[in-house]
């Protein structure tokens, strides 16, 4: 009597301790009463290739990839979806059945998904976009708002040049605001995004001065430590709907947990509570 394999996923960075991954799938996989496991992997990045092309031979079916990998991969991988190529990196792997490694990034998805969730009444095309941050997760998001048909995007960034280099990439709907304008870009702003690690617990706040914020704007910060960031609580102070970082993470591993074990999973508030454990 012959067994299906178990199928096997999980996610790989370096460190790795940190990540809510390992809950996230848990949660889903004990729901679903779905077969499977999902592990964290600490690998150094000189042995990423060695140890993505082994897992498929030990069960895997696929992994998510973080920090510093998510560039990276895009050299290893076989086949790479344009949005991971756009945005120049890859955070979900499928080791497909014919052997080739299938590159795609799903943050994008994810930062849209949660926002359409918390805040269905979100209009992009009604206005013009507002980025705080340049790095690798502005660069999802850039994408996603490109789109969803937001018709201009504002980015500020600290290091100017990190913000020019999206907007030769991205084109003409791209607009680059000194950070010490950083401010200026909520006076027409109606969704504001910080993609940037200020706020978050350990590192500076985001120092932007926030009066310009338009009650028709809606908010969103990736920081998800805290929960509600300082940007977060001056924008519901002002009247403006807020979203908060943590569903982008719960969404962006919807297609994942999909692909590799079968079932397409629910974002709820169960979910959010296991994560936040």
Known sequence: MSHAPVPL???????????????LHAHWLRRYNAPGHYI???VAPDHLAEVI??????GFVG???????????????DLITDRATLIGAANTLIFRKDGKIHADNTDGYGFVENIRQKAPDWTPKAGPAAVFGAGGAARAVVAALLDV??????????TRIRAEQLQRDFG??????DWVQAGNMLDEART???????????????????????????????????????????ATEMGCTTVDGLGMLLHQAVPGFERW???RPEVDDDLRAAVLR
């Open 9 to 23: 996923a999980g996610v790989i960075g370096h460190p790795i301790a940190h990540s809510k991954s390992p809950r």
């Open 261 to 263: 074990f079968g079932t």
């Open 172 to 177: 003409k709907r791209i607009t680059v605001v």
């Open 192 to 234: 504001v995004v910080n993609t940037s690690s200020l706020g978050m617990v350990g590192q500076p706040e985001l120092r932007v001065p926030l009066d310009g914020l338009r009650q028709d704007a809606l908010v969103t910060d990736l920081v998800y430590t805290p929960l509600q960031t300082r940007l977060l609580r001056t």
């Open 63 to 77: 992994v998510n990839v973080t920090i510093p990998h998510k560039e990276k991969i895009l050299e290893i991988a």
């Open 53 to 58: 092309r082994t897992l498929p031979k030990a």
């Open 40 to 42: 964290p992997m600490d």
């Open 149 to 158: 048909g937001v018709p201009e995007i504002m980015i500020s960034n600290r």
